[in-house]
């Protein structure tokens, strides 16, 4: 049995307003998020002089994605997390420690992906 509520076209607007909610909520309250962004904004343009092929670029681009999308799951956790209480609980500090640990693994992968590329480029 479906959830009740809009199908289709509907849902998908709503689905699309949530996001945006989503979004402006974590810009807002995560200033993590805004660096990221603004890092982001930086990086996708030089992704293209960079680039030396299309895989490369979309490599390049994808990284930058996904430090974005691992800043949004860790802001959600830590939102939820919070929501709870402000006493400290262990499973508490775990979830949010696993959070930030998906944030540090794409920044990871995102300054292996770039400085591969980069190496590749300069000295290849």
């Not at 989503?22 to 996708?44: P, S």
């Not at 930058?64 to 209480?85: H, I, K, P, Q, Y």
């Amino acid at each position: 049995m479906s959830k009740p509520g809009k199908t289709g076209v509907g849902r998908i607007v709503d689905a699309f307003g949530y996001s945006m909610k989503g979004f402006a909520a974590t810009w807002k309250f995560e200033a993590a998020f805004r660096q990221e962004v603004v890092l982001g904004l930086i990086l996708i343009p030089t992704a293209f002089w960079l680039a030396s092929t299309h895989v490369e670029l979309i490599l390049l681009i994808a990284s930058v994605f996904w430090v974005w999308m691992a800043e949004l799951a860790n802001s959600s956790v830590e939102a939820v997390v919070d929501r709870t209480g402000s006493e400290h609980h262990e499973l508490s500090g775990r979830a949010k420690d696993i959070g930030s640990a998906l944030v540090f693994i794409s920044l990871v992968l995102l300054a292996l992906v770039w400085g591969i590329v980069a190496i590749h480029r300069f000295f290849f």
